[in-house]
Nanobody, 127 residues
Framework: QVQLVESGGGSVQAGDSLRLACAAT????????MGWFRQAPGKEREFVAA??????????AYADSVKGRFFISRDIAKNTVYLQMNGLKPEDTAVYYC??????????????????WGRGTQVAVSS
């Protein structure tokens, strides 16, 4: 069983940066693909970014809405995945969820491709 705990959310101004962290326990990070999703009030959960180990088309994937502003990375020793969010916009306001699944050969970008979820951390961006 994999447990995921997010941290790093908060309230910021437009243009600011935040770094979210997701600590995984129960399995080593090298066995997992990891991802970030977000859900704004009244909207469906949406993909933000993901990181894998052996994806045929690269090791990271991003939603078009965050490409060039958000960056996903991982610290193997700490079993932690990070989401660096730069140039935040009010439309980035949402609860951000960390997700994990056993590593695969293809990029994971859909919520039903992930088996484990954290409880989420709130990010609020004011204009």
């Amino acid at each position: 069983q994999v447990q995921l705990v997010e941290s790093g959310g908060g309230s910021v101004q437009a243009g600011d940066s935040l770094r979210l962290a997701c600590a995984a326990t129960g399995r080593a990070s090298w066995t997992l693909d990891m991802g970030w999703f977000r859900q704004a009030p009244g909207k469906e959960r949406e993909f933000v970014a993901a990181i894998g180990w052996s994806w045929s088309d690269g090791s990271t994937a991003y939603a078009d809405s965050v490409k060039g502003r958000f960056f996903i990375s991982r610290d193997i020793a700490k079993n932690t995945v990070y989401l660096q969010m730069n140039g935040l916009k009010p439309e980035d306001t949402a609860v951000y969820y960390c997700a994990a699944a056993s590593r695969s050969s293809a990029a994971r970008t859909k919520s039903d491709e992930f088996d484990y979820w954290g409880r989420g951390t709130q990010v609020a961006v004011s204009s």
